[in-house]
């Protein structure tokens, strides 16, 4: 088929007029033949089987039954009306109800015709009902195409309230079939479809829609699954490969006095050999001609900040400028103190800039950074700013990176005429292989390995019954020097709610932790920053014994004193949040404990969370449970990231297949980088249809 076919506009499709092409787009994004096309089931519902209503049992199974409506009515209820038709066969009758769209119902049922009617059946008592039946005459069903399994395509409230229904969508994917006459375009060449033994593209697309057997729609799903991750990836690879070859980058060929001094006489301890390697790994990145944009990835506590400052000298070693991102406030201030300190009794000139650093403050800063004074900036977004300008940026260092866009990320490029190099840095910890198909075009390196000594955390798991026994241990840690985190939830949803929680427990707190013996901090989302940063600092400092606060404290807040981090309704926590919480404690010498408190009503989920966070402290291992139980929905970036608008595989499910589709993506552009030879021409068709930014095989070629 001619491509452009595919680009063609939906109202062109006979059965979709401009009212119908409107909603299609507003509420599914759909917006030409390609679009529909691509519009994948959800699920499929097998229809092999009729039911008569005297069969009929109290299952919650969708069924299908052939009879008549022979009345409806209007039943009034407390909150609105629902619509109610009674349908018979001859075994029996049952109730078809609505409760939305009834006055399309009402416009278009026929009486006494026969239909078949498909949907969940309920049970009253002693009768059956079928709340929201997909119908359709019986005469059209069948005329119809006959398919044995039902697609389920993904639908929205106003779609099907609009009449656009499943067999409605499902009927205008039919038609598309007829008018292209399914002539679609193979995008794989012959050899890989023999080699990896995959079904043609027209028989995937045909066989996903309609499927024919089970066995059918299983190599359909695999065929399309594999195409699109396979796409994906070779858009990776050659964004990649465009970085290394095509954008220059800033070189920074002198390993210098302010790296080496620094090493010899400034280093608090040994670097870890995971450290080092990591360090290595960048230096050889940025010593090269190409611009550096790395991931570096290690747990909470790794020790990622002495290799950002490192890696920062190195940067000034070759007479350039770094700044170090952060994304909060806090955040910031603490990683300018801790710098500030580990580079005590070098020249080098730091500053610290966020939104509440002063006019007249911010005027000198912005001079010394222009003139180059200034070497090292740190900061939180406030350093996006168009007012900021370096002489010379040369490291961009973005802590935590999950706070931070991928259009902030690329306003950085712009801070300088040649972009600066960037290294990422988080500990939100993916798995390798899903970091490599979410960040396929970056660099990653892996701090996977603790400084020495570190006790590793114990984490318990109690209900809120024991509380009193767990009050008595945070006053034995109290009584022994060290300091306690008690956390709270907050969810915006219920922000009122959380607000009064974190209240509540701070008043029991109090009482049970009284003054002069005892003093508490109390740190949350209301408080003016001012407000905030004195609460922690005064926790910071060993002024306070409690710390009671929200999630803020979550990222990147270092205090090794504090040794005990309890969090309360820890079944309202996701996986990876609870593991960067667990991770503000466990920094100092001492056995470090870790506290989750919650009710006795635990969803299943909640007790893997929990039981998981008990049973380890490695946050990989982590990542591939929260991974199995969330999704890869919620991950860094991925929402962001437009190559990972997946339509028909799963990063996670698929990971199997993602791997062997990187895998051949990988092989064919060694052998053919540029997809010249002429048995790709297929694939290199199909490219460069899918990639917007045409620009790619400019560099490329
Ligand atoms: P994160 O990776 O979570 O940002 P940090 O950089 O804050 O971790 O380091 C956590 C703590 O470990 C800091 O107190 C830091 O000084 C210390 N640390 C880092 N590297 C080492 C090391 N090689 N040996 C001992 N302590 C280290
Ligand atoms: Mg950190």
Redesign the pocket.
């Known amino acids: 088929m001619n491509p452009n076919y595919l680009q063609t506009p939906l109202v062109y499709l006979k059965g979709v007029g401009p009212n119908r092409a409107e909603t299609l787009k507003s509420e599914l994004g759909m917006e030409t033949f390609g679009d529909l096309l691509q519009l994948f089931p959800n699920r499929y519902l097998d229809k092999t089987q009729y039911y008569k209503i005297n069969q009929l049992r109290d299952s919650g199974a969708d069924v299908q039954i052939t009879g008549k409506i022979i009345h409806l009515k209007t039943v009034e209820q407390k909150r609105g009306k629902r619509l109610v038709a009674t349908f018979v066969d001859d075994t029996g009758q049952l109730d078809l109800v609505w409760f939305r769209s009834q006055k399309w119902i009402r416009e278009n049922i026929k009486l006494n015709e026969f239909y078949v009617v498909f949907g969940r059946i309920n049970k009253y008592s002693s009768s059956f009902s079928m709340p929201h039946p997909e119908m359709e005459l019986l005469t059209e069903h069948q005329a119809g195409l006959k398919i044995n399994m039902q697609p389920i395509y993904p639908s929205t409230e106003k779609l099907s309230n609009s009449g656009i229904t499943n067999k409605v969508i499902s009927k205008l994917i039919q038609q598309l079939f007829i008018e292209t006459k399914a002539d679609f375009e193979e995008t794989f060449s012959k050899a890989l479809l023999d080699e990896l033994k995959l079904i043609s593209k027209v028989d995937a697309l045909l066989n996903i829609h309609f499927p024919k057997s089970q066995e059918l729609l299983t190599k359909a799903q695999f065929r399309l699954k594999f195409e699109e991750l396979f796409f994906v990836q070779l858009q990776l690879l050659n964004k990649k490969a465009i970085r290394k070859h095509k954008i220059k980058g800033l070189p920074f060929d002198q390993v210098g006095e302010y790296f080496n001094i620094f090493f010899k006489n400034h280093l608090?301890?040994?670097?870890?050999n995971a450290?080092k390697r990591v360090i290595k790994e960048i230096r050889n990145d940025m010593g090269s001609s190409a611009q550096m944009n790395r991931l570096l990835q290690?747990?909470?506590?790794?020790?990622?900040?002495?290799?950002?400052l490192m890696c920062m000298l190195l940067a000034i070693d070759n007479d350039y400028q770094a700044c170090l991102m952060a994304p909060t406030e806090i955040l910031a201030q603490q990683h300018y103190n801790?710098l500030k300190d580990l580079v005590q009794g070098m020249p080098i000139k730091i500053a610290l800039l966020t939104g509440s650093t002063k006019k007249s403050e911010r005027t000198f800063l912005h001079n010394q950074l222009e003139n180059g004074n200034l070497n090292i900036l740190v900061g939180t977004h406030a350093v996006l700013e168009d007012k900021v300008q370096f002489k010379n940026l040369g490291l961009a260092v973005i802590?935590e990176q999950h706070r931070f866009g991928v259009a902030q990320r690329s306003k950085l490029w712009h801070k300088n005429s040649i972009p600066p190099h960037i290294l990422v840095?988080t500990?939100t910890p993916i798995p390798r292989t899903l970091a490599m198909s979410l960040y396929g075009d970056l660099d990653i390196s892996v701090?996977d390995e603790?400084?020495?000594?570190?006790k590793s955390i114990k984490t318990v798991h109690r209900y809120d019954a024991n509380r009193l026994k767990v009050f008595r241990f945070i006053k034995d840690e109290i009584k022994k020097g060290r300091q306690i985190y008690i956390v709270y939830p907050l969810i915006q949803e219920s922000e009122a709610l959380d607000y009064k929680d974190l209240m509540d427990g701070y008043e029991s707190i109090a009482r049970e932790f009284p003054l002069p013996d005892y003093q508490i901090s109390i740190v949350h989302g209301k408080m003016k920053p001012r407000d905030k940063d004195y609460e922690m600092e005064r926790f910071v400092r060993g002024e306070t014994q409690i710390m009671v606060a929200t999630t803020v404290i979550e990222v990147?807040v270092?205090v090794?004193n504090a040794s005990v981090m309890i969090i309360e309704s820890a079944e309202r926590f996701g996986l990876s949040q609870l593991h960067q919480l667990r991770?503000r404690v466990g920094?100092?010498a001492e056995q470090s404990f870790c506290i989750l408190m919650t009710s006795h009503k635990l969803s299943n989920d909640s007790k893997t969370r929990l039981e998981t966070m008990v049973r380890t402290n490695d946050g990989f291992e982590i990542a591939e449970v929260d991974l199995k139980l969330r999704g890869p929905g919620d991950l860094m970036g991925t929402k962001q990231s437009g190559l990972l608008n997946l339509k028909i595989a799963d990063i996670v499910k698929d990971n199997h297949i993602l791997k062997s589709a990187r895998y051949y993506a990988i092989q064919l552009l060694k052998a053919d980088p540029k997809l010249e030879l002429p048995q790709h021409q297929v694939i290199r068709k199909a490219y460069t249809n899918l990639v917007k930014d045409k620009a790619i095989w400019g560099y490329i070629s």
């Open positions: 608090p301890f040994e670097l870890t450290q290690g747990d909470v506590g790794s020790g990622k900040t002495i290799v950002a801790g802590d840095m500990a701090i603790l400084p020495p000594g570190r990147g270092n090794p991770g920094r100092g």
